[in-house]
C-alpha cells in the first residue's frame, strides 16, 4: 500500500450520504468511507452529513454532525449553510437515486449551491437511459462537480458517452472492501450452526430484482449431489417493501422452498447484520452467488465484499460483475437460469482443487480494493478538486467608479408588450412573461436615463405605460401583475407590493418625464387610482406608495390623495417601529426582508415632503442601522441576503444576495443626503453602488459593462449568470441614481466652496 499520499493542504472536509444504524448499503458505504478516512488519514476532520428519511428514529454517532430530513428542501439549505460556516474545504456526495428528495432527488442540487464548496460526487447508479428528471438532476451534479468518482469502467463509460462528460474528470474507484486475512470457511461455521454444511450465500436487503428466486429453483438440483448443500438468504426485507406489504415476499420464497422440497435446504436470515457478523457471515460460506436480474447495476457492495474476503462467487452477468470477476475471478451465469447456477454450484462444491483455486484468486483481487487503498485514492480526488478551485484575487478597489446608464440590456429584454421577468444567462425566457413590477421599474429607468435619443426614450416610455395601463382592472381596483407571453393575465389582482410599486412609478413619472404627454398621462392614472393605496397593509407597499406620493407632490404641489397617503402611512411606520424595537434591533419589523431600504427611503421622502423633522430622523436613525446590518467586516457593502427573509430578530446571512438590495440602499443613501446635506450619505451610496463592479464578499463583479447587463445574484460559490429584468434595472436604477447624486453634490460644491463632509 502506498505510503506517500498526502491530504496537501486538506484538512477538513464535509461527507453527505445515509449513514448507520440507518438500514441500507449507502449508510453502510458511507459509514466504511469515514471510517477508512479517519484511519487512513487521522489528522484531517471528517463532518458527517447524513440523509434521514425518518426524522427522530436514527441514533446517530458523534460523527454525524447533523440529519437532514430527506423530504424538507429548507433543510438542504440549512445543511448546506453549516457546510459552509463549518469550514470544510471540500464536499463529497455518495448519490443514489431514491435518498434525496424533490424530484428525482433535486433537493440535493440545494444543498450543494448553498455549501458553495468544491464538489466530489460518487455515483452509485449511472442510468444509460434515464427519466428527463433524472438526467437533468445528474447534469446539474455532475455541471457542480470537481471530481466525479464511478465503481466500474462501464459507468465512465455512460458518463462519457450519454452526458459528455470529460474523461479528466471521473475516476473509476472501486468499491472498498475490509482488510481481512484469508481464511478457510470451516473456521466460521460453527458459529453460526453450519458445521458440515456446504454454504451458498446471499447477502443484501431482501427484495424483487435480487434473483433469490433463480437459486431456490436451482437447489432441488444441488441437493441431489451435494445434500449438506444449504442456500442462505441473509438480510432483513427492504425497508419499503415491508411498508408496502409486510413480509409477503419472503414468505413467497419460502413457500417456494418448501414446494421445490428443498425447505431444510434454504435458511432465511431475517437480520440486517453490522459490519463485522457480515464479513464473519461471508467467511462462513463456500460460495457467495448473485443472481441479480438487473443487467445494468454497475456497484454491488455485497460482491465487492464477497470478493474482498476470497469468496468463490457465482454471478449473473450484471456490470459489475462482468468487471470484478473477469479474468477468471469468478463465474458468470445467464439471467434467471436456474439450471446452470445448478451446474456451476455442483461443479465447485465437487472440488475442492477448483474451489480454492477460484477463492485464492478472488482474494488476490480484493487485495486492490482494500479500504486504506480506496481511501487514498479518493483522497487524491478531493485534493485535485480542491486545488481546481479557482481562486479569487480581490481586484483594487474601484473608488467612485460609476458606470454610464446603458440601455442596450433593457431593449435586450424587451418586446412590444413590455419588458420579461427572465432570462437563462442573457437571453430572455419567454416562459415566464411578464410581471408589472419590472414594467413600472423600467418606466421609472426611462424617465431616469440621461442622453437617451428621443425616438427611443419615447418608444419604451409608451410600450412601459402601455402595459401599465392594460394591467388596471377597474373592476377589482387593482392592478394585475404577471402576465403570459400570450398576453393572458395569470390573475385579476397583483400582490400589495406590485400595486405599491406602479403607483410610485406612476408618481415619478407625473414628475420627471421628458415629455408632456407621458406626465399628462401619468398624473390622470395616478388620479384615478392611487387611492387604492389607502388600503395596503404591507410596509414596503405602503412605502412604495409613500415614494410615489412624494414624488407627485413635487409635480403637483397640494395634491390632495397624495397627501393623504404621505399623512396616513409614516405614522403607521412609527408605531410598527415602536412595536419591533428592541435595543439591540431598531427595524420596523421583526425579521429582514427584501426591498429593505425602502422603509427608510419612504419616511425621508415623506419627511422632505412634509417637512416633518421627526419622519426624517426616524428614516435615518433606520437607514443607520439596516447600513450597519449591511456591512461586511471587511467594510465593504454586504447585501443581505435571501435566506436570511423571516427569520425572527436574527443577524442577517450573506446570501444569497441579490442586486434588487443595493439600488435600494444607494437610493436610501440619496435620500438620505437630500434631507441632511451630509457627504457621509454620498459615500454609503457609493459603497452600496461599488458592489455591483465587485466590491463584494466573492469580489466578483455583477455588472457587465459591455452591455449595461447584471447578474442575478451572488452566491456562496459564485454568481447566479442569469441575467433578469429585476436585476438589469437595478444595475441601470444605481447607475442613473448614483450620478444623479453626484451632480447635486457638485451644484452644492459649486455654489459652496467652503462646504465639507458633515
Known amino acids: ?3 506517500t499520499v498526502t491530504t496537501d493542504g486538506v484538512k477538513h472536509i464535509a461527507l453527505l450520504g445515509n449513514f448507520l444504524p440507518r438500514k441500507c448499503g449507502i449508510a453502510t458505504f458511507t459509514t466504511d468511507t469515514y471510517q477508512a478516512l479517519r484511519t487512513r488519514f487521522p489528522d484531517m476532520q471528517v463532518d458527517v452529513y447524513a440523509m434521514d428519511d425518518h426524522p427522530g428514529r436514527y441514533d446517530y454517532p458523534a460523527a454525524v454532525v447533523a440529519a437532514v430530513d430527506q423530504h424538507d428542501r429548507a433543510a438542504y439549505v440549512e445543511a448546506g449553510r453549516a457546510i459552509a460556516d463549518s469550514g470544510a474545504q471540500a464536499l463529497w456526495v455518495q448519490h443514489e437515486y431514491g435518498i434525496f428528495g424533490g424530484e428525482a432527488g433535486a433537493h440535493v442540487l440545494a444543498l450543494i449551491d448553498r455549501a458553495g464548496l468544491p464538489l466530489i460526487v460518487t455515483l452509485h447508479t449511472v442510468l444509460e437511459k434515464p427519466s428527463p428528471q433524472e438526467r437533468s438532476v445528474l447534469e446539474g451534479l455532475l455541471r457542480r462537480a470537481g471530481r466525479v468518482i464511478v465503481m466500474a469502467e462501464r459507468g465512465r463509460d455512460i458518463l462519457l458517452r450519454t452526458y459528455g462528460v470529460s474523461p479528466k474528470s471521473v475516476a473509476v474507484i472501486p468499491h472498498g472492501v475490509p482488510d481481512r486475512p484469508f481464511a478457510h470457511p470451516d473456521l466460521f461455521k460453527g458459529r ?169 484468486r478472488a482474494y488476490a483481487r480484493g487485495r486492490t480494493m482494500i479500504w486504506p487503498r480506496v481511501a487514498e485514492e479518493a483522497m487524491e480526488e478531493v485534493v485535485a478538486a480542491v486545488a481546481a478551485r479557482p481562486r ?25 408588450t413590455g419588458m420579461l421577468q427572465h432570462a437563462i444567462y442573457s437571453v430572455p425566457d419567454r416562459r415566464h412573461g411578464y410581471c408589472i413590477d419590472d414594467n413600472a421599474r423600467a418606466l421609472m429607468l426611462m424617465t431616469a436615463m440621461p442622453d437617451l435619443d428621443p425616438t427611443v426614450r419615447d418608444k419604451w416610455t409608451t410600450i412601459y405605460a402601455s402595459f401599465i395601463q392594460y394591467a388596471w382592472n377597474p373592476e377589482k381596483r387593482r392592478f394585475r401583475n404577471f402576465m403570459n407571453f400570450d398576453r393572458t393575465w395569470c390573475e385579476d389582482e397583483g400582490s400589495e407590493d406590485s400595486n405599491g410599486r406602479t403607483i410610485w412609478a406612476l408618481g415619478v413619472v407625473a414628475r420627471d418625464a421628458h415629455e408632456a404627454k407621458h406626465r399628462d398621462w401619468a398624473t390622470a392614472m395616478f388620479d384615478s387610482t392611487a387611492s387604492l393605496a389607502l388600503d395596503l397593509g404591507s410596509p414596503r407597499a405602503q412605502a412604495f406608495a409613500m415614494l410615489g406620493a412624494a414624488a407627485m407632490l413635487q409635480s403637483s404641489p397640494g395634491h390632495r390623495l397624495a397627501t393623504e397617503i404621505l399623512k396616513r402611512f ?139 447587463g447584471c447578474f442575478d445574484g451572488l452566491m456562496p460559490g459564485g454568481l447566479n449568470r442569469n441575467q433578469g429584468a429585476e436585476s438589469i434595472l437595478a444595475l441601470q436604477m444605481a447607475s442613473c441614481a448614483i450620478s444623479g447624486l453626484s451632480h447635486r453634490v457638485g451644484k452644492v460644491a459649486g455654489a459652496d466652496p467652503r462646504r465639507r463632509a458633515g
Open 392 to 416: 479569487r484575487i480581490a481586484s483594487p478597489a474601484a473608488a467612485d467608479k460609476v458606470l454610464p446608464p446603458d440601455i442596450a440590456a433593457v431593449e435586450r429584454m424587451s418586446d412590444s
Open 570 to 708: 409614516p405614522d403607521e411606520h412609527l408605531a410598527l417601529l415602536d412595536a419591533a424595537r428592541r435595543p439591540e434591533w431598531g427595524w420596523f419589523e421583526i425579521v429582514l426582508a427584501y426591498d429593505n431600504a425602502r422603509l427608510p427611503e419612504g419616511l425621508l421622502r415623506a419627511g422632505l415632503a412634509l417637512n416633518r423633522d421627526d419622519l426624517i430622523a426616524c428614516g435615518l436613525s433606520t437607514l443607520e442601522w439596516i447600513m450597519e446590518k449591511q456591512t461586511a467586516p471587511q467594510g465593504h457593502f454586504r447585501a443581505v441576503g435571501s435566506e436570511s427573509f423571516g427569520r425572527v430578530y436574527a443577524e442577517p446571512l450573506p446570501f444569497d444576495q441579490q442586486p434588487l438590495e443595493a439600488v435600494a440602499t444607494v437610493d436610501a443613501c440619496a435620500a438620505a443626503y437630500d434631507a441632511t446635506g451630509d457627504d457621509r450619505w454620498v459615500a454609503e451610496a457609493n459603497r452600496a453602488y461599488q458592489w455591483f463592479l465587485g466590491a463584494n464578499d466573492l469580489d466578483l463583479p455583477l455588472a457587465t459593462q459591455r452591455d449595461g
Open 192 to 360: 453460526f450452526g453450519w458445521t458440515g454444511r456446504r454454504v451458498i450465500l446471499t447477502f443484501g436487503l431482501l427484495a424483487p430484482g435480487k434473483g433469490i428466486e433463480t437459486i431456490i429453483q436451482a437447489m432441488p438440483a444441488v441437493v441431489a449431489k451435494h445434500p449438506d448443500a444449504m442456500y442462505v438468504v441473509l438480510g432483513a426485507t427492504h425497508p419499503n417493501l415491508v411498508a408496502h406489504e409486510g413480509e409477503k415476499y419472503r414468505d413467497g420464497l419460502k413457500a417456494k422452498a418448501a414446494d421445490l422440497g428443498v425447505g431444510d435446504n434454504v435458511a432465511f436470515i431475517d437480520a440486517f447484520v453490522d459490519h463485522d457478523d457480515l464479513i464473519d457471515y461471508l467467511q462462513a460460506a463456500d460460495i457467495y452467488a448473485t443472481p441479480y436480474l438487473n443487467p445494468a447495476q454497475i456497484t454491488s457492495g455485497t460482491l465487492s465484499y464477497a470478493v474482498g474476503v476470497g469468496k468463490a462467487v457465482i454471478s449473473t452477468p450484471y456490470v459489475h460483475a462482468t468487471e470484478i470477476l473477469a479474468d477468471g475471478h469468478g463465474v458468470l451465469v445467464d439471467f434467471r437460469d436456474a439450471e446452470a447456477f445448478a451446474r456451476e454450484i455442483n461443479d465447485l462444491l465437487g472440488s475442492d482443487r477448483n474451489i480454492s483455486r477460484l477463492s485464492e
Open 1 to 3: 500500500m502506498s505510503t
